[in-house]
Nanobody, 118 residues
């Protein structure tokens, strides 16, 4: 059974930092794309960042470029999202996802809340 478990969310002031973690288990993810998405209240879920497990290729939404960094730890089978210079508009539930390509994500975590106060 595939599991993606996010952690690291919380409340932070604007300008602060948080690091989210996504621990993956239940299958081999070597060829998968791992992504972070977020959904703010009343808004649709949006893409934040992704990383290829095989060659470390990364992509970012324009809104987070230069502030967020996605990375992975092969030994721990964990993906991270380092978030710096946080803004109130970054407030959302953040979800980890895994898929065989960068379009269709088959597996999703339960989400972790990030709240940025002004």
């Amino acid at each position: 059974q595939v599991q993606l478990v996010e952690s690291g969310g919380g409340l932070v002031q604007a300008g602060g930092s948080l690091r989210l973690s996504c621990a993956a288990s239940g299958r081999t993810f070597r060829t998968y794309i791992m992504g972070w998405f977020r959904q703010a209240p009343g808004k649709e879920r949006e893409f934040v960042a992704s990383i290829s497990w095989s060659d470390n290729t990364t992509y970012y939404a324009d809104s987070v470029k230069g502030r967020f960094t996605i990375s992975r730890d092969n030994a721990k089978i964990t993906v991270y999202l380092q978030m710096n210079s946080l803004k109130p508009e970054d407030t959302a539930v953040y979800y980890c996802a895994a898929g065989e390509n960068g379009v269709d994500y088959r597996y999703w975590g339960q989400g972790t809340q990030v709240t940025v106060s002004s």
